[in-house]
């Protein structure tokens, strides 16, 4: 490893002194690259203005005849920058096409985010009036904090209006990011005009999805499954102006088979349509009707949000963001999103949601004669008798749920709100836990010290009733709570609060588990700071809450341990699991740019996992240095334990991680970077398990495992409608990572190579194919130590190190058309 960090150092050395003179495309530089000249920031927002106004510039002595643009700050932008030869685009395609890198990029999403990228793209392409738009459209925007959004509201509430980027830049309490990312998606005047738009996508790989990106891995993620059928994935979302949408998405995950009618095979699709902005004169208005699948997301995720993906840290804030209200749902959701009638109406300061559902849900079903359910579970893949076959009863629609509810807003002010949210769901069978059809090993449950939060699985949720709305009910769900969200300049404080009736009685809340969060963000130019606190009862078994948290519900418990379920697919119901863990405790983050150069972020988490009291600490530090705009160092450090001052107990650990990159960012978009990773994971040491051979070695016994990992990769644009993006990298041990548009984890005791290669072709304007090959090989590998086979005299004879190699390879396609 010195020598790959000696060869690395040479490396880096020669590219920063041939980079550092590279001069930067002023016509298609990013907001960021901007920011790096040489140049105060208002000669920065004087050139952004005149892009975005007056288009292109032709030569570099355009910027001249800026007003407000000195000599010498002229001379400076001389020497570090350049005009390219760029493409004529009318008026209407300009703005997308100097932004084509994030439209491409938010079409590549897999569909964790749920609703949040569908939005954007809907904005991107046909930006919105921003005098049209209230706190919650701003707020869901990427990276726009509810101060950003406060600060515009609040501008526009006192009669003004918004004519130019340059007024928006200009009101008061906005930093300049939340500026740059609201500008994106907006325009400054009504357009009365509807034209039809939309965007199609269709992908195929060989490859399990991994959407919900922790850099932690368990049993299930080992499994290889068939790679026939193919995963497959496609979207479809038509606009008629901002006035109606119609989403339609087919999903089938890997190894799947497709759904059968008799004895055909028909795809499943699920879809919506959707009207926006109908006036009811002097009644208000409904903002927002959407019949079909659709996705609800309220407050801070404590009572109701139904996506089906689970986000570690999600805390509402920068890129860990939670869409507020309502929307359409094209993505790949398939257990939680819902399939009915929702709208939001409005009446002044008043906002109602109500929403009514019908689905059809997987749940694993007890064998008594009425058919109760354990549990529900989300599978990818959605296997109907698990995956060993052991499932008699079958796993696939076989539940129906019946839901509605609302949620109720009263915003007095652009700067506050307070909202109340309930749902009830109704099932069609009873929901009665009984852990010997999942569990195998009964002795190991509740018992096993490995399985130390078992009792997370105890506090499960059962119901047994009746309902005069439905007649087949023979259980329900239901969970009442209430939000606010407050603006103190340039602080906010927000919170929500949920309470599961656990005994039928609705006002009375003595024995009904709880589960609450309220946070704080404190946000400067260059400096922001989130302070974050959660508390969730053991009992509170919410399949829609979506709130922070560091783990997902059943973590070390017997679901983690599939050998012993009845059968493997049971696993799912730890790893396909959406709901955060029962946890208490405090979470901070700040990010600070001390310098042009120097950026600092750390985020800390010290928490307690309520069902077993186990004891966490998370510490994360980056460091940022940029010594020229082109050049980029960026270091991260984790520090992770759990029960780390505790002598007494086996389930001590700490681990370490610390990731070193490099980035170099050349002309016309192309990049080079590298990066070491090292890490290591200590447990507490067993003597029990050490095995000494012959030659003196334990081979058995291991108290810590260690990972360490060297990559590189490259993008080279071709020219404006090709290009080859690639990594190679050398690793052992357990390693995360993010290749182009996926997220990947691995996992070797041996060493071993894992590269991949993307080749990009925007083949028209609109249309765009990409295609990534990925190959993982790995070193011989021993799993047999020592063994003994009995010749026929009666002696034995030793056999050792029996050898095997393990390689690995898959593609993904995707084709996306805009029109």
């Known amino acids: 490893m010195k020598k790959y960090l000696y060869i690395l150092f040479l490396s880096l050395c020669w590219l920063q002194g041939a980079l550092a003179g590279e001069k930067i495309d002023i016509n298609s530089a990013s907001a960021e690259e901007l920011r790096e000249l040489p140049v105060p920031e208002h000669v920065v927002e004087l050139l952004e203005e005149y892009l975005l106004y007056h288009g292109e510039l032709s030569s570099v002595y355009e910027i001249r005849e800026i007003e407000g643009i000195s000599y010498p700050e002229f001379l400076a932008l001389k020497d570090a920058v350049a005009i390219f030869p760029g493409s004529e ?48 459209d701003l ?66 790989k060989d490859f399990a999805a991994q959407i919900s990106p922790d850099d932690e891995g368990g049993l299930m993620d080992q499994i290889v499954f068939d790679k026939y059928p193919l995963d497959k994935y496609y979207k479809l979302h038509v606009n008629y102006g901002q006035k109606l949408s119609f989403g339609l998405a087919y999903t089938q995950s890997l190894a799947e088979d497709m ?19 109908l006036s009811l004169g002097k009644f208000g208005s409904i903002n927002k009707l959407i019949a079909g699948s659709y996705i609800a997301s309220f407050g801070q995720g404590v009572v109701l949000e139904t ?146 939060a078992d009792a997370e699985i105890a506090a499960s949720y059962e119901s047994s009733a009746s309902s005069g709305l439905w007649s087949k009910a023979k259980a329900y769900r239901r969970v009442m709570g209430a939000d606010f969200s407050l603006n103190l300049k340039n602080v906010v404080f927000q919170g929500e609060i949920g309470v599961l009736d656990n005994d039928g009685r609705v006002l009375n809340f003595k024995n009904d588990p709880l589960a609450w969060t309220v946070n ?49 697919a049971y696993g799912f119901l730890y790893s396909g699991t959406s709901q955060p863990q029962a946890e ?112 003196g070695q334990s081979m058995v016994g291991n108290a810590g495992s260690p990972s360490r990992a060297i990559r590189a990769g490259f993008t080279h644009n071709f020219n404006d409608y090709f290009k080859i993006i690639g990594s190679a990298m050398l690793y052992r041990g357990f390693i995360w990572n993010f290749e182009d548009t996926d997220f990947r984890v691995t996992n070797s005791p041996v060493d071993s190579f894992r590269g991949w290669l993307t080749l990009y072709s925007r083949i028209t304007d609109n249309l765009s194919l990409r295609f990534k090959y990925t190959v993982d090989t790995r070193m011989d590998q021993s799993n047999i130590v020592e063994s003994y086979i009995e010749l026929e005299d009666g002696s034995q004879l030793r056999m050792d190190n029996t050898y095997y190699r393990l390689g690995t390879n898959d593609f993904r396609l995707q084709l996306d058309y805009r029109f």
Do not use: C
């Open 89 to 136: 685009f009318d008026e209407t395609e300009q703005k997308i096409e100097d932004r084509y890198y994030r439209l491409e990029s938010m079409m590549n999403d897999e569909g964790a985010s749920e609703g949040l990228v569908e939005s954007w793209i809907d904005l991107f392409t046909n930006p919105r009036d921003i005098n049209r738009m209230d706190f919650y």
């Open 259 to 277: 759904p059968t009618f008799g004895d055909t095979r028909i795809p499943k699709f699920k879809g919506y349509a959707g009207v926006n902005d």
């Open 584 to 695: 208490k405790g405090f979470y901070y983050s700040t990010r600070y740019q001390l310098s042009r150069a120097i950026i600092l972020n750390l985020e800390h988490d010290i928490w307690e996992r309520v069902a077993d009291r186990a004891k966490y600490n998370r510490l994360v530090a980056r460091v940022e240095y940029r010594p020229v705009f082109n050049y980029r160092i960026r270091l991260r450090h984790k520090w992770q334990s759990r029960y780390r001052d505790n002598l007494f107990t086996s389930n001590v650990y700490r681990s370490t991680e610390t990731i070193l990159g490099n980035e170099f960012y050349l002309s016309r978009f192309d990049r080079i970077d590298f990066e070491l990773i090292f890490g290591y994971t200590e447990f507490s040491p067993r003597a029990r398990l050490v095995y000494t051979t012959a030659g």
């Open 307 to 452: 996506v089906d993906y689970f986000t570690p840290r999600k805390s509402g804030y920068g890129w860990r963001k939670r869409l507020i209200g309502i929307s359409g749902d094209a993505s790949r959701s398939r257990v939680y999103s819902q399939n009915g009638l929702t709208g939001e109406y409005q009446f002044k300061w008043l906002y109602l949601t109500p929403f009514f559902a019908y689905n059809t849900r997987d749940a694993v079903l007890n064998p008594d004669p009425d058919s109760s359910f354990s549990a529900l579970i989300r599978m990818e893949p959605r296997v109907d008798h698990g995956l060993g076959g052991n499932v008699s009863l079958g796993l696939m629609n076989n539940l129906h749920e019946m839901m509605y509810g609302s949620n109720i807003r009263i915003q007095p002010i652009p700067q506050a709100h307070i909202g109340m949210t309930f749902y009830e769901s109704l099932y069609d069978r009873r929901l009665d836990y009984q852990p010997e059809t999942i569990i195998s090993e009964m002795s190991k449950y509740l018992a096993h010290i490995g399985n130390s």
């Open 520 to 568: 704080m963000y404190w946000q400067f130019e260059n400096f922001n700071f989130l302070a974050l606190y959660r508390s969730y009862d053991l009992g509170f078994d919410n399949p829609y809450q979506r709130s922070f948290s560091n783990y997902t519900r059943y973590k070390t418990t017997i679901y983690e341990d599939i050998y012993y379920l009845q059968d493997d």
């Open 139 to 204: 707020q869901n925007l990427p990276a726009v904090s509810p101060v950003d959004a406060a600060a515009v509201t609040s501008f526009m509430a006192e009669g003004n209006e918004i004519k130019s980027a340059r007024d928006l830049r200009g009101i008061e309490g906005i930093s300049y990011y939340g500026y740059r990312n609201i500008s994106d998606y907006v325009r400054y005047t009504h357009d009365s005009t509807a034209t039809w738009n939309g965007y199609f996508t269709a992908t195929v």
